[in-house]
C-alpha cells in the first residue's frame, strides 16, 4: 500500500507499507481476550478551526466538519494529476 499527502500543490508526505492477513487462529493466540474493539464507543474529536492552521476554508482541514464523500469531512487540498 502506498499513499501521499497533498499539500498546496506539492507532496511533503509519502508512505509505502506492506501487511499480510494472518488466521484467525494465529491471531486469536496473540490476542487473546483483546480480539474484539467496539471502534464506535470513542468519542469524535472536535474539528481543528482552519484559521488555527492557516487554511483558507474547512475543507481544507483533515478533521473539518461535513459528511463523509463530501468536502469538509476528510477533505484536505485537492492532488492534480
Known amino acids: ?3 501521499e499527502v497533498w499539500w ?21 493466540r496473540v ?5 474484539h474493539v467496539d471502534w464506535g464507543a470513542w468519542p469524535v474529536p472536535a474539528p481543528v478551526d482552519a ?7 474547512p475543507a481544507d482541514v ?3 466538519p461535513g459528511t463523509a464523500g463530501t468536502a469538509g469531512c476528510c477533505a484536505t487540498t485537492p492532488a492534480t494529476t
Do not use: H, K, Q
Not at 508526505?13 to 487462529?25: C, G, K, N, P, Q
Not at 490476542?31 to 480480539?35: A, C, P, S, T, Y
Open 1 to 3: 500500500m502506498s499513499f
Open 8 to 28: 498546496d500543490g506539492g507532496v511533503p508526505a509519502r508512505a509505502e507499507t506492506e501487511f499480510a492477513w494472518i488466521s484467525d487462529r494465529a491471531y486469536a
Open 31 to 35: 490476542r487473546g481476550d483483546r480480539r
Open 51 to 57: 484559521r488555527l492552521l492557516s487554511r483558507p476554508s
Open 62 to 64: 483533515m478533521l473539518s
